[in-house]
């Protein structure tokens, strides 16, 4: 990987945390500022942590099933060329 590459990848990854920082400060903010009870705010609170949860959780197994799948494929590709090789030098 050149570096080029691999800077715009630590862009887009700074630009996507700042994004979910400043999501969070503005949705603590609403929380805050919001006209209902503390219970209530406690409850949204904890809605907002379980969803994050599960973003995290449901970003971190489609990339194990894209990692999963692009070894898969690079296990055929290499049996189709062991293939191809024997047949060659058979022939």
């Not at 949204?44 to 969803?51: C, E, P, Q, V």
């Amino acid at each position: 990987m050149n570096n080029q590459s691999l800077t715009s990848t630590q862009l887009y990854v700074f630009l996507n945390l700042a994004g979910v920082l400043i999501a969070y400060a503005m949705m603590a903010g609403s929380l805050w500022y919001a006209p209902v009870d503390f219970s209530t705010k406690g409850y949204w609170g904890m809605g907002i942590l379980m969803l994050s949860i599960s973003l995290i959780n449901v970003v971190k197994y489609r990339f194990d099933d894209m990692n999963r799948q692009d070894k898969i494929r690079q296990l055929e590709d290499a049996k189709n060329d062991k293939l191809l090789k024997d047949y060659v030098s058979e022939s």
